[in-house]
């Protein structure tokens, strides 16, 4: 059974930085797409980032490329989102997520989900 579990985020600035843990617990494929997601009020999840696990390589949706950064700690079963210059509508409930295929943005292919922390982003 898998397991994520984050941590960090919370209320920050217009400008500043937040920086998100998701440890795995259980095994992750070379094969999987790890991936964050974030949920506005009132809106659907929607993809942010996400990382191969075997290669590293990383993909991003379009308003955060060159402010967000994904990476992984293959040692520690642990993937990070680095977020910057953080603006108001990035205001939402992050979550991290894997998916034993490839890469996709939809987040109903993930299996399985880590329990979500809510960021601030304040003007």
């Known amino acids: 059974q898998v397991q994520l579990v984050q941590s960090g985020g919370g209320l920050v600035q217009v400008g500043g930085s937040l920086r998100l843990t998701c440890v795995v617990s259980?095994?992750?494929?070379?094969?999987?797409?790890m991936g964050w997601f974030r949920q506005a009020p009132g809106a659907e999840e929607t993809f942010v980032g996400g990382?191969?696990?075997?290669?590293?390589?990383?993909n991003y949706t379009d308003p955060v490329k060159g402010r967000f950064t994904v990476s992984r700690d293959t040692a520690k079963n642990t993937m990070y989102l680095q977020m910057n210059s953080l603006k108001p509508e990035d205001t939402a409930v992050y979550y991290c997520?894997?998916?034993?295929?490839?890469?996709?943005?939809?987040?109903?292919?993930?299996?399985?989900w880590g329990q979500g922390t809510q960021d601030t982003v304040s003007s």
């Open positions: 259980g095994r992750i494929f070379n094969t999987s797409f």
């Open positions: 990382i191969n696990w075997g290669d590293g390589n990383t």
């Open positions: 997520a894997v998916h034993r295929g490839g890469y996709t943005t939809m987040y109903t292919s993930y299996e399985n």
